[in-house]
């Protein structure tokens, strides 16, 4: 029942936005990176270039695609409501939800994967039409790609929050709404130098391991897990609050 | 053979406002049950409850003996349903919305086949969804419905959208459905011809109250007809019956409908109303079967609630 349900997930995605959701955030964060470095003058490290990007995206790309990307899923339900028909088949109520929330995850990291594959093409293709030249020192995507994953696993926790969100309100700017306040939260943070008060922040975790992950890499690892742990229990409590809840 | 739908002091509250309260159904099974009430009456309200998409308040529902709490599962594998105007994934085709709904039921592709071709839809099923009329729509959402050949479909409003042709021909698909099928289908309406029309079962509700049940046929009173009589002078008519110890129904609009003696011959009674009428001195110029209609049981069980006040306006 499981896989029926998560095919039948996957299904209802299958329209030209799907893609665009998919990879808006990565081919933005290609398109920024081809543009600067082809714009530059002087052609950076990768390494500054890695540094520079994991703040971009775990600050505000991550988090906020997150948002998109949940409503987006959620609204193809809430729009055809569609919740009486979902609802009224033979499935165990919790079960569809968890599927639901399961597919978003999914999403979020082929987006995640797909985030450095663009940033390293748009500097090396900005590199070589640049007056700058290519980016020197080592390309480095294998710690890049360690740093991404951390800090995935640690946006679990706000990814769960914004699912439950997006399910439980049939408007998206509930939920739209609350990824906007979480980053600008996360944003005040760093703007009034109290970043440590926003550690176990859902919309700042990832944020804390990008900024901690050179000084105190077992900090970050833990972080990783708080949110890893957080964002499951979050996902069970929305199965079980979705599942007793009359839905229309 | 047992109910299909069984409900015992079935109730729910939104707050302050009892929407359905103490509803006790016996929907048997292979009827065609008609849900007939007012718009506001509860009859959505009902069915979401019995699909278990409402938590009651007090009561249960059971279908074919599973109740929906206790083993929701056991009770929604025979069960196909559509709820108000069907919910529908615009952006997919018709085959897809189908597809979604067949591949989570685990069905053989050719069952989304079988249902395009009955509900006409086959060469529609490339198109959107979201380009459909209403009348494709609720077609889509009865093939839908239809997957897996459930053995009770619900069905809340289903010629809601369709043009003439279509409600005559939902009609008869839903008539055949218990012969063809096996299945037993409840159908909410606020029509009263369409029930009258398609149920072999009636349930009326108003103002969430269920105040009448029972096989269609007993409705109309099979053992109680009645003749209309056109005479000239409908008083003087009825003091005339009354002599001759008749039973008037109804007098008005230079007619009088008299009761026939139960167990007699229509013909034969018929005739001696006449003669005792056309004794008395009465001019019949019209003599004609009235036969009950369901405006009529309904007038009198319901339409003093249905348009005491409130919101709801009595089915037409």
Redo the contacts between chains.
Sequence with gaps: ?LI??F??EL??L??P?TLLALFAAPMLAGALMFAGIAAGERAPEWADVWEGMTGFWMLLLAPLSATAFAAFAAQ?EH???????Q???????WMTFAVKAAVVILGLWVMTALFPLAVAAGGWLGGQIGAGGPLTGQVGLAAFYRLIVLGAAAGLCLTAIQIWASLRFASFIAPVLLGFGGVAVTLAGMIFRQVDRIELWPWGMPMWIALTIEEYPQSAQRLALYGLAGGLAVLIAMTLHLSRR??R | MGDAIATEDLTKRFGAVEAVSGVALRVPERSVYGFLGPNGSGKTTTI?LI?????PTAGTARIFGHDIRRA??AA??A?G?V??T???????SGR?NL???R????LKRSETDRVLELTGLTGAQRRRAGGYSLGMRQRLGLA?ALLGSPRLLLLDEPTNGLDPDGIQEMRGFIRSLPERTGATVFLSSHLLSEVEQTATHVGLISKGRLVLQDRLAELLGAGEATIRFGVDDPPRAAAALGAARRETVETGGGEIRVRLSPGADADADAGAINAALVNAGVTVFRIAPATRRLEDVYMRHAGAHATGGGDAHPPV
């Design positions: 029942m029926r349900l095919s039948a299904r209802k299958r329209e936005v193809i729009r055809a409501r569609g919740w009486d028909h609802l009224m088949l033979p499935a165990p109520k009359e839905m | 979401r699909l278990g998409l409402l938590r929701r599962l929604l594998r069960v349903a709820i108000e069907p919910a529908l994934y615009d952006h997919l897809e597809e979604i709904t591949g989570v039921l685990g839908r």
